[in-house]
C-alpha cells in the first residue's frame, strides 16, 4: 500500500542518520542545516516473526516480506510556515504524508550546530518539538482561515448543506488552533472526520516521537531526563515514543544479521531501534499484515485494518477484485497449532469467508476469483 511516513525535526537532531539506517539509502548527512533539500523516499521491510515461522513451516521457494515507506523531510526552522529556510516547501512535503516520525534530540553534543538563530546551547527536547508543531499550527491556521472565509459566504447565503458541514467543521477547529494547539487534540464525530479529512490539515496527521539518544545510553533510556520529558509530553496527545539511538542505527545497518544481533548482544539490547520504529510506524497507520502461503512463495501483504476480502483481495491484483468469488481463509494461530492446512481444515477451522468479510491481521488467505 502506498502509505508514508515522513521523518521530520530540527535540523541536526539525527534525522537524515536514521533515515540512512533505515533504508541504507545514502541520504547525505551533514552537520548544517538543509543537508536534506529533495525529500528522500525509501522503503524498508516489516519486521515479522510469523513470516519467518511460516517460512520454517512451509519452505517455500520464495519469502517475500511486506514493506512500509519512510521519507526524510529536510529540517523545519523557526519561521518555516513564513517562508523562513527552506520554508513552505517543507510543509508542503509533509502535507503529501499519512503520519509524521517526530525525531527530537535528546543528546549532548557540543559539536553539533543548534537550528540557527538560538542563542542558547542547550538541549531542550519539548522546546524543540513546540518549534515544529508551532510551525504546522500556524500553516494549518493559514488554511482554515482562507477557507473559513469562502465556506462561511456560501453557507449564510446559499444554505448550500456541505458548506454549512464544513462551516461547523472549521467552528471547531480554528479556535483550538489560534490557542496554539494541534487539530489531533479535537475530538469528531464519524461525519465531521470526513469533511477533515478533506481540509488536509498538517496537525491531524498521527504522530510518533523517535527520542535520539547517545549510544552509551540507549540501553537505560529511563534514566535520560531528555527522554522522560519527551514522553510527558507525548503522553498530552496520546502519542507513542520510540528511543533508538541514530548512530547505532546507523552502524549496524550495512552488518549481516549475525554481526548484527552480536553488536546489539554487545550493547546490551535484544532488537534493533528501526525495527522498534518500522513496526510503531506501520500500526501508527491502523495497517495490519495478512500472508498468502504456498510451495512457490510465502509472502506478506500490508492492508488497512477494517476493510472487506475483495478490497484485500484488490491490493494483490485488481482482477482477484473485480473477479472476486471468496475468500479461504485460516488464522496464523491455527496452522501453528495445528501444523498444516490439511490439519486446520480437519479441526473445523480453515473458513470460507465472502465478500463482507472483514480481514483479520494474521490470517493466512487464498483468493478465489473469475475473470
Known amino acids: 500500500m502506498a502509505l508514508t511516513a515522513g521523518i521530520v525535526g530540527l535540523p541536526n537532531v539525527g534525522k537524515s542518520t536514521l533515515f540512512n539506517a533505515i533504508t541504507k539509502a545514502g541520504a547525505e548527512s551533514a552537520n548544517y542545516p538543509f543537508a536534506t533539500i529533495d525529500p528522500n523516499v525509501g522503503m524498508v521491510e516489516v519486521p515479522d516473526e510469523r513470516l519467518t515461522k511460516l517460512t520454517e513451516l512451509i519452505t517455500p521457494k520464495k519469502t517475500v516480506p511486506t514493506t512500509f515507506e519512510f521519507t526524510d523531510i529536510a529540517g523545519i526552522v523557526k519561521g518555516a510556515s513564513k517562508g523562513e529556510g527552506l520554508g513552505n516547501k517543507f510543509l508542503a512535503n509533509i502535507r503529501e504524508v499519512d503520519a509524521i516520525v517526530h525525531v527530537v534530540r535528546a543528546f549532548d553534543d557540543e559539536n553539533v550546530m543548534r537550528e540557527q538563530g538560538r542563542e542558547d546551547d542547550f538541549v531542550d527536547p519539548v522546546a524543540d518539538i513546540d518549534t515544529i508543531n508551532l510551525e504546522l499550527i500556524v500553516a494549518d491556521l493559514e488554511s482554515v482561515n482562507k477557507r473559513y472565509v469562502r465556506v462561511e459566504k456560501i453557507a449564510r447565503t446559499q444554505k448550500d448543506k456541505d458548506s454549512v458541514a464544513e462551516l461547523k467543521v472549521l467552528e471547531k477547529i480554528k479556535p483550538v488552533l489560534e490557542d496554539g494547539k494541534s487539530a489531533r487534540t479535537i475530538s469528531f464525530t464519524d461525519e465531521e472526520e470526513k469533511v477533515v479529512k478533506q481540509l488536509f490539515l498538517l496537525t491531524t496527521k498521527p504522530v510518533l516521537y523517535v527520542a535520539n539518544v547517545d549510544e552509551d545510553r540507549v540501553v ?89 476480502a475483495p478490497q484485500a483481495a484488490g491490493i494483490i491484483h485488481s482482477d482477484f477484485e473485480k473477479g472476486f468469488i471468496r475468500a479461504v481463509t485460516m488464522s496464523y494461530d491455527d496452522l501453528i497449532k495445528y501444523g498444516s492446512e490439511k490439519s486446520v481444515k480437519e479441526a473445523g477451522r480453515l473458513r470460507e469467508e465472502g465478500k463482507d468479510y472483514v480481514v483479520q491481521d494474521g490470517d493466512i488467505i487464498e483468493f478465489r476469483f473469475n475473470v
Open 220 to 308: 537505560n533510556p529511563d534514566e535520560i531526563d531528555y527522554v522522560k520529558q519527551i514522553r510527558d509530553f507525548a503522553a498530552t496527545e496520546n502519542a507513542e515514543v520510540v528511543v533508538i539511538s541514530a548512530r547505532v542505527e546507523e552502524e549496524i545497518s550495512d552488518l549481516d544479521e549475525e554481526d548484527k544481533n552480536l553488536f546489539l548482544e554487545d550493547l546490551g539490547l535484544t532488537e534493533s531501534g528501526v525495527n522498534k520504529l518500522t513496526r510503531a510506524a506501520y500500526h501508527l497507520l491502523g495497517l495490519g499484515t495478512y500472508f498468502t502461503a504456498g510451495e512457490k512463495e510465502v509472502r506478506a501483504w500490508t492492508f488497512k485494518r477494517g476493510i472487506k
